[in-house]
Nanobody, 115 residues
């Protein structure tokens, strides 16, 4: 079945960086819009960044100029480079693949920003 597997989460100090990756299998990856969502405790899941099949990107305002989403279609991977991390970035980060009515979620990876 379709799998989206996130990696790269962990504990980092404020101001630090992390790079999340999501490896996709059993989808025609290059056709999908790939998204990163996050969910903090007690909050709704929110869209963080997206990259279309054509490579256009969009970030939510709270992470603009700090987070960068990219994709490697040859490797079926999407990444999220996160710089200047803040405690409020603490959340479980999810990879989400979307192509019309076809939608798949990864299992999530925890990111904790704390001193």
């Amino acid at each position: 079945q379709v799998q989206l597997v996130e990696s790269g989460g962990g504990l980092v100090q404020p101001g630090g960086s992390l790079r999340l990756s999501c490896a996709a299998s059993r989808i025609t990856f290059s056709l999908y819009t790939m998204n990163w969502y996050r969910q903090a405790p007690g909050k709704q899941r929110e869209l963080v960044a997206a990259i279309t099949s054509g490579g256009s990107t969009n970030n939510t305002d709270s992470v603009k100029d700090r987070f960068t989403v990219s994709r490697d279609n040859a490797k079926n991977m999407v990444s999220l480079q996160m710089n200047s991390l803040k405690p409020e970035d603490t959340a479980v980060y999810y990879c989400y693949a979307q192509l019309g009515s076809l939608r798949y979620w990864g299992q999530g990876t925890q990111v904790t920003v704390s001193s």
